[in-house]
């Protein structure tokens, strides 16, 4: 079964990293890259979106819309199955590990860097 | 003859024992004296002699009395009358007897033949002589008239109290009158004894009196009328020389007055006294010298009018409303704020009430307690509080710079490196090198700009000069005008150039250039970008505004975050996010604050207020 990837960040080296990180999966993953939330946004309401995501990987520290915003603006939107959203952020503060806890949509706090095995463990998650 | 004549004269000097206190027979030619039993009886003695020489009798004479005495036993005196004398003896006890003595010349006898007949008064004596003392002691007269006869009568005392000798005539009831002070005191007692005499009220009053060697002196005077068929009779009462209580009591009211005034200047309360109208009747030493000034230049003056009030009209009509409300019966109580003799400005508890003078006349009296020392501790712990809620402010943000921005670049660095790793021995993708290089540059420009916080943050006592706001503005816009005039903006400074702020240059430069660089970057393309710069004095505050046309800021959204750290509000590809951050740090340092107004798509103020050179 293939899986959909969207990440959301504004960081260019991440989006590189993901994409290098992609091409090593043994599994054969879609990903997509969004530079902010409103451009995810866009995507989900578009009419002729073909594939609603599995793994939505998302940043908080982005500029006009933060991660948290987005997360707000995606608890009310009806995905039609379960999605499975990780935020994906390079602060340890253990503040915004609570909070991002607290919002029942999000599946796990993932601490960036990121590497191929922890990326596989994501994904494997999300069955 | 002579045993007819013995019994005849034992027979008499019987009955005259029995009906007397004691007999005495005196023998001139002989110069001894009989003695009846009952006479010695009388003086406690219990030698019985019946017949004792003049000179042993003599002895038993009170010494002041010898020369009434003496006079009694003279054979030359005429006592061919009924005579009688006051004449007192010693007891054996050592008190006096009072006799009277009646003094009988025995005519038909033989010649020299004198009796003396004795009656012991000692008890009426005694009384009178206790009542006497107990009006001495009183200093107090009593007076009788007799309205019917127009007679006068005075006790002993009552010559006392007038200063005068017992044997000088009575006064009279207008020359009486005459005795008290002229003016209140005569007119007083004239109009009290008309009441009585005519209405039978009787009178008890106070008076000033001057006796008749001149002594002024205050005695109590009661009268009562004795009235029948309505028409007065008799008058008689009492005159009491109160002088001494007087004088007591206004010693007392003197130690008083000392002690309240003691009290009032000595207080570390400010005091004063008004009328119900607000005119000041008197202010203790403390308010009088708290403001620099002699109680004559405040006496007379309303209250509200004296130097104190004279910081603010406000104070001083709400001054006049306390005194109003107090005048009414209320209390007053407030803080306020007065000036010191130096015209500083002093936050002091203040209270007016009124209270109850004499005759239900009404004053008020306002106290002042000074809370400049509470008003200053207060205001510093708001100010530390202030300091500490703004470097909580600074922590917070590290906390975010560590978290977001040194951890995220640091990541991306181990990220990148980890790549390398992996691509040993196969061709490495171009652009990761590029990207490792671009990471450690925004690490270390990140770590350049938590050093430059740190600088500001620390340096709490940067270097405040005088510096001319017009002159830092125009250098600011001069520098941006590369920039400026390549995308044509329109930049006016209107600020006097007489106006100065305390300020660190460097600080008031980077906060001049960056509110000017910001309103360049976040124009709007679809019009002229205009900025104004102006600054106007209030107070001790200079306050400078920067104003443009262009993107504005949604401060709904980002009021809270607007000066933190790394907050960018655009998506603009050089939007460090730094600058509000910095700007707000310098601002604060220099003793100044900062605020924002802006509209999405019309524009962005920035308020800044400065202290003023």
């Known amino acids: 079964m293939r899986r959909n990837l969207i990440l959301v960040d504004d960081d260019p080296i991440f989006q590189f990293g993901v994409k290098h990180l992609v091409k090593g999966l043994k599994k054969q993953v879609d990903l997509q890259v969004f530079d902010s939330g409103e451009q995810l946004l866009e995507f989900l309401s578009s009419p002729n979106m073909d594939r609603t995501p599995n793994v939505l990987l998302i940043d908080l520290n982005m500029p006009e819309m933060s991660g948290w915003e987005v997360l707000e603006h995606l608890k009310k939107i009806d995905l039609g199955k379960k999605v499975w959203i990780y935020v994906c952020s390079s602060s340890i503060n253990p503040t915004d590990i609570r909070k991002a806890m607290e919002i029942e949509i999000v599946s796990k706090y993932v601490i960036k860097p990121i590497e191929l095995t922890k990326l596989e463990e994501l994904l494997e998650a999300a069955v | ?613």
């Not at chain 2, 005495?24 to 003086?43: C, D």
């Not at chain 2, 019946?50 to 005196?77: C, I, T, W, Y």
């Not at chain 2, 009279?172 to 007083?188: L, T, V």
């Not at chain 2, 949604?554 to 998506?571: A, I, V």
């Open chain 2, 1 to 613: 003859m002579y045993i007819c004549t013995m019994f005849f004269e034992q027979e008499r000097k019987e009955i005259l024992e029995g009906v007397s206190d004691g007999v005495w027979l005196l023998n001139n030619s002989e110069q001894f004296l009989r003695i009846s039993e009952n006479f010695w009886i009388h003086l406690g003695k219990d030698n019985l002699a019946e017949k004792v020489s003049v000179g042993d009798f003599r002895q038993h004479v009170f010494e002041e009395d010898l020369e009434v005495f003496n006079s009694m036993l003279d054979p030359g005196a005429d006592y061919s009358e009924m005579n009688s004398e006051i004449i007192r003896f010693v007891h054996d006890s050592g008190n006096w007897i009072w006799f009277e003595v009646k003094i009988k010349q025995l005519k038909n006898e033989r010649s020299g033949q004198r009796a003396f007949i004795c009656f012991d008064i000692s008890a009426s004596r005694e009384r009178e002589r206790i009542y006497l003392e107990f009006d001495q002691m009183n200093r107090t007269g009593g007076w009788l008239i007799d309205m019917v006869h127009s007679n006068i009568f005075w006790t002993p005392s009552m010559y006392m109290v007038h200063g005068m000798r017992l044997d000088e005539p009575t006064p009279g009831i207008d020359e009486a009158i005459n005795f008290y002070r002229e003016g209140d005191s005569r007119e007083r007692i004239t109009k009290l004894f008309e009441e009585a005499v005519e209405s039978g009220i009787p009178f008890d009053a106070e008076l000033e009196f001057v006796d008749n060697r001149g002594n002024e002196k205050w005695v109590k005077s009661r009268g009562k009328p004795i009235m029948k068929n309505g028409i007065c009779v008799k008058v008689y009462g009492t005159l009491q020389d109160i002088t001494e209580e007087k004088q007591r009591e206004r010693e007392t009211a003197e130690e008083s007055k000392r002690q309240f005034e003691e009290i009032f200047n000595s207080t570390y309360q400010f005091c004063a006294i008004l009328d119900s109208n607000g005119v000041i009747l008197n202010v203790n030493d403390q308010a009088l010298k708290f403001g620099g000034l002699q109680l004559y230049d405040v006496v007379g003056q309303n209250f509200w009018e004296a130097f104190w009030w004279q910081n603010s009209e406000r104070e001083r009509n709400k001054l006049k409303k306390a005194v109003r409300t107090a005048s009414a019966g209320g209390t007053v109580r407030y803080d306020t704020v007065v000036w010191d003799k130096d015209k500083n400005e002093v936050s002091i508890d203040f209270s007016l009430k009124s209270m109850s003078g004499r005759n239900e006349s009404k004053f008020l009296i306002a106290e002042g307690r000074s809370i400049q020392d509470m008003v200053d501790i207060q205001r510093d712990l708001e100010t530390m509080v202030k300091s500490v809620s703004r470097h909580n402010d600074t922590l917070r943000n590290f906390a975010h710079i560590v978290s977001h921005n040194l951890r995220s670049h640091a990541s991306n660095i181990s990220l990148l490196s980890g790549f390398l790793k992996e691509a040993v021995g196969e061709p490495l993708e171009e652009n990761v090198q590029f990207m490792l290089e671009q990471a450690s540059k925004r690490l270390s420009d990140t770590i350049d700009h938590v050093n430059d916080v740190v600088i500001i943050n620390t340096d709490g006592e940067a270097v405040n000069e005088r510096l001319n706001l017009k002159k830092a503005a125009d250098e600011a816009v001069s520098t941006v005008s590369a920039i400026s005039e390549t995308v044509n903006a329109d930049i006016s400074v209107n600020i006097s150039s007489r106006i100065e702020v305390i300020g660190t240059p460097a600080y008031l430069e980077s906060v001049l250039l960056n509110l000017i660089t910001n309103s360049v970057k976040y124009r709007a393309d679809n019009r002229k970008c205009i900025i104004h710069v102006a600054a106007k004095k209030k107070k001790d505050l200079v306050i400078l505004t920067v104003q443009d046309n262009g993107l504005g800021i949604d401060l709904e959204k980002y009021k809270d975050s607007l000066f933190g750290m790394y907050k960018t509000f655009h998506g603009n590809s050089d939007a460090r996010g730094i600058g509000l951050f910095i700007t707000k740090n310098q601002v604060e340092s220099m003793g100044g604050n900062i605020r924002v107004e802006s509209q999405v798509n019309e524009g962005t103020k920035f308020t800044i207020e400065l202290l003023s050179a």
